[in-house]
């Protein structure tokens, strides 16, 4: 019952990620903003997660990793109905503070659920469960890009800035409400399915021992954290990591609309074909993790991906959009490898090791602006080398482990079988 709920948390958080990706081009037309612009609503979802990460942590410390859960589940509840109140006011700053709070909540909510899950079983065993475990969030991210596809992009205004311009301001303003009730349906909806998780998890038994029991003082674990150098790589491997994945998915739609001469629509279901891919691919992933190292796969795919982004970068066109697609199928494995692998040997100090770990995912708030400014300056095109230099340091940091570690990612595969 514990990993079935903990499953359903990470789909949950997959559906609100990937409801967010669109909006960075939803908000675009609907304000007439830049790229730029509009990906403050990347920074200011994962920005959230670096704020949140360490509280989190001393909450985990402190109390128990049910208390983070339950203190996550209802700020991402509160974030996710204050939607509704934002799409009355039509200012883009309304939504830009409930998505604040909502992936606040989503970061106390992963700071606790994935050392969580590392605890349930052995540690010899913790990296394929976690990537198991995972393997749930593209369930999520697909339900999550399905919604904006179905809920969102099809009732924008095929208006675009020059025809909003001509509008007068009665016109304009039932354009924009009909467009941001169009994004706050979903959300108030995903609020009801995180109120019903709040209650499932409150009425759970722990699956773990509280940790009151805790007697290491943060400062010391944070101190024996900094000197462990597999884990600094790791936390910033996790940064490019996230800044990728973010990157690529936050911009399939402008770039299909550029290389396919296509809607938003259709930007929306090639986005779609990528969840597909990313799903199927997890599995498969942790498959192989019982027969093959978890960092030998890890550098193979991100070595992959930055050939992959080349071609996107390369061939504004099918080719590229094909290349675009199965990048997703490379970024199915790294969070939780990355993850699991910076954990390794941690101990009691995972719990304040994660707060690192997801503090990383500000690298999902700060590449896409990098990228927005890229786009503005030179086209969508050609702003994918940005994520493919992330792919590049994944790539280097897997080498270490692989050089550093190796010894035991092949224990680890041989006590499996």
């Not at 949950?12 to 007439?32: E, R, Y």
């Not at 393997?135 to 890009?145: D, E, S, W």
């Amino acid at each position: 019952m514990q990993f079935i709920l903990l499953a359903l948390c990470f789909a949950a958080w997959g559906t609100a990620a990937n409801m967010t990706d669109p909006l960075v081009s939803v908000f675009s037309k609907t304000f007439s903003m830049s790229a730029l612009q509009s990906a403050l609503v990347q920074f200011s979802y994962y920005g959230a997660y670096f704020c949140l990460a360490i509280p989190a942590a001393l909450i985990n410390k402190v109390f128990s990793f049910k208390t983070g859960m339950l203190m996550g589940l209802g700020m991402a509840c509160t974030g996710a109905f204050l939607f509704y109140p934002a799409s009355q006011a039509m200012t883009y700053g309304y939504f830009l503070a409930a998505l604040f709070i909502l992936a606040g909540g989503l970061s106390i909510l992963e700071t606790s659920a994935n050392p969580y899950v590392m605890k349930l079983g052995s540690e010899a065993t913790a990296t394929r469960r976690l990537n198991l475990a995972q393997a749930f969030n593209p369930l999520g991210t697909n339900l999550g890009v399905f919604l904006a596809a179905t809920l969102i992009l099809p009732n924008l205004s095929s208006a675009n800035a020059a025809a909003r311009a001509t509008m007068n301001q009665m016109q304009l303003n039932e354009v924009v409400s009909a467009e941001l009730n169009a994004v706050m349906t979903p959300y108030v909806g995903m609020a009801g399915f995180l109120a019903l998780l709040w209650i499932a998890f409150a009425l759970c038994r722990p699956g773990v021992s509280s940790a009151h029991s805790e007697k290491a003082l943060v400062t010391e674990s944070m101190g024996r954290l900094l000197r462990l150098p597999h884990y600094r790589f790791g936390v910033a491997a996790q940064f490019f990591n996230v800044g990728a994945q973010t990157c690529m998915w936050t911009f399939t739609i402008q770039y299909v609309m550029k290389a396919l001469s296509a809607d938003e629509v259709t930007g929306g279901h090639v986005l779609q074909y990528s969840m597909i891919l990313f799903l199927i691919s997890r599995f498969v992933m942790t498959w192989l993790m019982g027969r093959y190292s978890p960092s030998r796969l890890l550098a193979l795919m991100s070595a992959t991906a930055i050939a992959l982004c080349l071609v996107v970068i390369m061939s504004l066109n099918v080719t590229g959009v094909i290349a675009l697609i199965l990048v997703s199928g490379c970024l199915s494995l790294m969070f939780p490898t990355i993850y699991a692998l910076s954990l390794h040997g941690l101990g009691d100090d995972a719990k304040l090791g994660a707060a690192g770990l997801v503090m990383a995912i500000l690298g999902g708030a700060l590449f896409p602006m990098l990228q927005a400014y890229v786009m503005d300056t030179s086209g969508v095109g050609t702003s994918f080398i940005i994520p493919a230099g992330c792919f590049a340091f994944i790539t280097t940091y897997a080498c270490y482990i692989i050089k550093t570690q190796g010894n035991v990612s092949v224990t680890h595969n041989e006590k499996r079988t």
